[in-house]
């Protein structure tokens, strides 16, 4: 049984055209069905003050709905505002979060093994090693760290 994958676009801006549909079956598998959801800002802060008790926007949520069936929703006025922070044009920050939303509806939790698989995911489609992510306690968040030239 193939499963689904849909792209909703709930914003009024152009997304970038990304493999989308090869990353989620390159890493969810064939047979998982897949919705990739972008909303505006006032969307994003209700539904993470709603799952995760966070009055502010964010930028990628990952929902794990029943077994092989998950959600994934991304805020693109936040991923784009985070992308120049990073050095990051917002394509391609865009593809790294896709990446970390789907690995968490593999089950993965943040740790230096899910770096090293994004990392390689990262590398696969879009040819560059990403940043490390790091926990800032000043932020109290995980922010990514550019690699330092030697």
């Not at 009055?55 to 992308?83: M, Q, W, Y």
Request: hydrophobic share 35%; charged share 35%.
């Amino acid at each position: 049984m193939q499963g689904e994958f849909s792209l909703i676009n709930k914003t009024k801006g152009k997304i970038p055209s990304l493999p989308f549909l090869k990353i989620k079956n390159d890493i969810l598998g064939e047979k998982y069905s897949l919705s990739l959801a972008f909303v505006n800002e006032k969307e994003s802060k209700k539904i993470n003050k709603k799952y995760r008790k966070k009055d502010k926007p964010t930028n990628i949520l990952s929902f794990i709905l029943h077994e092989n069936v998950g959600e994934i929703i991304i805020c693109p006025a936040v991923v784009k505002r985070e992308a120049k922070n990073f050095e990051k044009t917002f394509s391609q920050f865009l593809g790294f979060l896709v990446i970390h939303g789907m690995l968490h509806l593999e089950g993965m939790e943040h740790s230096s093994r899910m770096e090293r698989i994004e990392n390689k995911y990262d590398t696969k489609y879009f040819g560059r090693h990403r940043c490390r992510v790091v926990h800032d306690t000043s932020r109290g968040r995980r922010v990514l760290k550019g690699r330092k030239k030697s």
